[in-house]
């Protein structure tokens, strides 16, 4: 048994004790935590479960005013895609046109 304990005897871990340099540890939590940028700002990241509350989360998103700007550049982009495509598969486009 002698010869083989030395064999099939587990290591123990050794350990290694690493100190950043410029960490200061005064209840910042830790440095190595890696968290999206704008989760502080969603609201669906709640730890509310089941399928009702998800839903009322999105519509309660839905129905939260955004730029409008944005809006109205998206409508203009999809538009312009639409318009595109319609063109693209020999629509008759003069029924838009007056």
């Known amino acids: 048994m002698g010869m083989l304990s030395k064999i099939t005897r587990l290591r123990r871990n050794r350990q290694y004790d690493y100190n950043p340099r410029y960490y200061d540890d005064k209840g910042k939590g830790n440095p190595y935590k890696l968290e999206p940028k704008f989760d502080k700002y969603r609201s669906t ?3 509310q479960r089941g399928l009702k509350n998800k839903i009322s989360n999105a519509l309660e998103d839905t129905r939260r005013e955004g730029d409008r700007t944005l809006k ?3 409508v203009v ?3 312009i895609l639409v318009f595109i495509f319609l063109f693209i598969i020999d629509f008759d486009l003069t029924i838009f046109f007056f």
């Open 72 to 74: 109205i550049r998206m």
């Open 45 to 47: 990241l709640s730890n």
């Open 77 to 79: 982009i999809l538009a």
